[in-house]
C-alpha cells in the first residue's frame, strides 16, 4: 500500500503478553489515523472493540486504556511479565497514564494489543490504544 503496512515489533512473537502493532498516520484518514479519535472517550464508547485478524483468524479485544506518549516511553518495553505481579504493574501504569477510565482491568494471563501512531505537533508524539481479549 502508498500508506505503508501495519507491523508487530520485531521484538514480539504471537504468544507474547503484549503485542505492539505500529501503522502509519495518515493525514487523508488512512492506516491508523482513526486512533486519534480514541482520545475522546466518546469514541471509544462508539468503538470499544479492535479485531486482530490473523492466518489462524480474528480475535476481538476490548478497549481498557488510551495514553498520550513519546516515542520512549515506558510501555514500549513492555513484551512480557514474568510474573503476575510484573504484569499488574505494568497494568498499572497503563491506568494511570489513561486519558479516561474505561472501567477494564486486564488479568494476569489475557494477552494485550498495543496500537500506536503518530499523534500531536511534535516528531515523538505517539497516542497508543491498548486492548485486552477476553
Known amino acids: 500500500s502508498y500508506s505503508g503496512t501495519p507491523f508487530l515489533d520485531a521484538r514480539c512473537s504471537a504468544e507474547d503478553d503484549n503485542l505492539i502493532i505500529y501503522g502509519h498516520h495518515m493525514n487523508g484518514g488512512t492506516m491508523f489515523a482513526d486512533l486519534c479519535n480514541y482520545q475522546y472517550e466518546s469514541y471509544r464508547n462508539a468503538h470499544p472493540t479492535v479485531v486482530l485478524e490473523t492466518k489462524n483468524g480474528a ?3 476490548r478497549v481498557f486504556s488510551v495514553m498520550r506518549v513519546k516515542s520512549t516511553d515506558y510501555w514500549y518495553n513492555f513484551l512480557n511479565a514474568e510474573t503476575e505481579r510484573k504484569y499488574d504493574t505494568k497494568i ?4 494511570k497514564h489513561s486519558l479516561y ?8 494471563g489475557q494477552q494485550i494489543v498495543t ?6 505537533s511534535a516528531k515523538d508524539d505517539r497516542i497508543v490504544v491498548l486492548a485486552v481479549n477476553g
Not at 477510565?101 to 494476569?108: E, L, Q, V
Not at 496500537?115 to 500531536?120: E, I, V
Open 59 to 61: 480475535v476481538a479485544y
Open 115 to 120: 496500537l500506536s501512531t503518530c499523534c500531536g
Open 101 to 108: 477510565n474505561t472501567g477494564i482491568t486486564p488479568k494476569y
Open 92 to 95: 498499572d501504569y497503563a491506568l
